[in-house]
């Protein structure tokens, strides 16, 4: 008896750490330690060193938690440090009550590490109440993501990064899987995109900000920035960010000590033959949210300034940021609303740009002089940049690109289930899908790739497809009971359009996900295949026509009894409908 109720009281506590465990799922409360950072020593904290930092403010403030979503490569969980006022943590919620979200992602190329140590001290200032950096918090909720790429993170060395000026020790680019996570956001080949994908769509941020360093060419500012092409956004979003949100970040920043300039990228070698803006497609991070109506971030802090201002710089960007958000929530918000109602029912969608020369700005650029010295190394000359030779002028900026291929988008695509890898990204971003309820035929939209290039070498872990032609038809198709509908009518409905059109540029299909339709499955054998030939082009006297045109004129045909019977082959009914046809099908409206 007494055993038994032994048994009895402890599996109720079993249960009731169970539920408790359950409770706290992907909050970690572990205790952690206090982290002194480093970054005036020219040091970066480690993986673990980050996540104890954090660890340690979720076990110090109320107002702060540190969740886990899901894993990466690496093995470990990737964590989301959330600062929430109102002690709310749940997004749902949050959202619910009018909460602004601001989501900062750090190390997705760990050799880049200023955000990671920026961010912790960050984080600690808000909640130790300094300046105003709290208030900035009444009606905004701030998420960091500690490190992203923890594989690359945890493969640290002093020689990972050629030339950067500091940290002495810093992590490698790629992840355990040897991805570039900056370029893994639409083929989604690492768990930590997944994880991602997770975090993005709960909390679904109105800002993020990807914190990175770069190299390239030498110039003056120690911050650079890269945002969601004005463009691409809807015209509410473009309108707040051009108008009011981009003019009072570089007021800001220069207030705080930290003048920046658009990202760098000449046009030709150095800065004063003109830089260029660039559209991110949904590849890289602010590609990706841009087609959610997040508005992104990519912070670029130059490699050769020393690593105390890189990390003081993206803190100050993050807090600029923050107080933008917070002087402008319901500017935000209404823009944010109305760009997804717009999103959701625009008609035409644009798949690729090309910058237009012929619409030039004036940037107000603090560069070097550049000059060519005979190299001590190489038998040729080098670019030598003059830090003693400062200078301010004026130089062209190309901001603007006209669209490249455009389409209308069909009411509804049908992805059959047997694609289920694309089925798995699309339900990962919260795409809405229905499932056909019995077989059944239907005629359909339908794409034949009639060219495209694969590149001979892989591209960040795929043989990449691009300049893909299509040919757009309409066929019968056996829909399967089971197979999804996704209706353009939603708010991904960008994120739908840019992965499921074959010709845009980070489609699935230019991602290898649907590289098996690309050869042919059945052939014939010539010598039985005669008879039928005979027979078959006697019965369509055009075709016979076209064949004997075809012998006539084409002196490659003429020498091949093989391209001969296959183009009767090609031609009858015989011929792979399935051979080159896309896959994913439209509607016909
Ligand atoms: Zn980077």
Redesign the pocket.
């Known amino acids: 008896m007494k055993k038994l109720a032994i048994a009895y009281l402890s599996a109720i506590v079993l249960f009731m750490l169970g539920f408790f465990a359950y409770n706290q799922l992907s909050h970690t409360g572990v205790k952690g330690k206090s982290i002194a950072l480093e970054f005036a020593n020219n040091q970066s904290v480690t993986y673990k060193q980050a996540i104890e930092a954090y660890q340690y403010l979720d076990s110090k403030y109320r107002n702060a938690k540190l969740f886990t979503y899901g894993k990466t490569d690496s093995g470990k969980p990737l964590h989301l440090f959330v600062i929430s006022k109102s002690k709310d943590f749940n997004p749902q919620s949050l959202k619910a009550k009018g909460y602004r979200v601001v989501l900062v992602n750090n190390g997705?190329?760990p050799?880049?590490p200023c955000g990671i140590d920026a961010s912790i001290l960050l984080a600690q200032e808000i909640l130790e109440r300094k300046d105003s950096l709290w208030n900035y918090l009444d009606s905004t909720v701030i998420c960091f993501i500690p490190v992203y790429n923890i594989g690359g993170a945890l493969n640290r060395s002093p020689f990972n990064r050629a030339n950067q000026n500091g940290p002495q020790e810093q992590g490698f680019?790629a992840n355990a899987r040897f991805l570039d996570l900056?370029r893994d956001f639409a083929p989604m080949f690492s768990l930590n995109a997944f994880s991602f994908a997770h975090i993005f769509h709960e909390w679904k941020p109105d800002l993020l900000i990807?914190?990175?360093?770069?190299n390239g060419a030498d110039y003056q500012y120690v911050m650079t920035i890269i945002s969601t092409h004005h463009q691409t956004l809807e015209e509410p979003w473009s309108k707040l960010y051009m108008n009011s949100m981009e003019p009072f970040l570089y007021r800001e920043m220069q207030t705080r000590g930290y003048e920046m300039t658009p990202y760098v990228d000449p046009m030709q070698d150095t800065p004063e033959s003109g830089i260029a803006e660039y559209v991110s497609s949904p590849r890289y991070t602010v590609g990706y949210a841009g087609a959610f109506n997040t508005l992104a971030f990519?912070t670029?802090t130059h490699m050769f300034k020393p690593f105390a201002d890189r990390v003081l710089s993206t803190k100050e960007f993050i807090a600029a940021a923050m107080k933008y958000v917070h002087h402008n929530g319901s500017q935000i918000a209404l823009a944010k609303s109305q760009s997804v109602e717009i999103t959701k029912r625009k008609e035409v969608f644009t798949l690729s740009w090309t910058l237009d020369s012929t619409k030039v700005n004036e940037l107000n650029f603090k560069g070097f002089e550049a000059s060519y010295l005979p190299s001590k190394v190489t038998n040729g000359k080098r670019l030598f940049y003059d830090r003693t030779k400062p200078f301010t002028k004026p130089i062209p900026f190309y901001r603007y690109f006209t669209p490249n291929i455009t389409v209308k988008k069909p009411n509804y695509y049908i992805v059959p289930q047997a694609w289920r890898e694309v089925i798995e990204r699309l339900r990962a971003n919260n795409v809405y899908m229905e499932q056909v309820k019995h077989d059944t035929l239907m005629l359909c939209g339908v794409y034949y790739i009639t060219d495209y290039k694969t590149y001979p070498r892989p591209y960040n872990g795929a043989y990449l497809n691009y300049n893909v032609k299509v040919m757009a038809t309409s066929d019968t198709i056996a829909v399967m009971q089971g197979d999804y509908i996704v209706r353009t009518n939603q708010e991904a409905n960008e994120y739908i359009v840019q992965m499921l059109e074959p010709h845009a540029p980070d489609s699935f299909f230019a991602w290898n996900f649907f590289n098996s339709i690309l050869q042919r499955k059945e052939y014939f054998s010539p010598y039985i295949f005669e008879e039928f030939a005979e027979e078959w082009l006697k019965k369509n006297p055009e075709l016979k026509k076209e064949f004997e045109h075809k012998l006539a004129t084409d002196k490659t045909f003429a020498a091949s009894t093989y391209a001969q019977l296959s183009f009767v082959y090609q031609n009858s009914p015989y011929s792979e409908k399935s051979f080159m046809r896309y896959p994913v099908f439209r509607s016909r409206e």
């Open positions: 997705i190329h050799g880049e680019r900056n990807d914190t990175h360093a770069t990519f670029e």
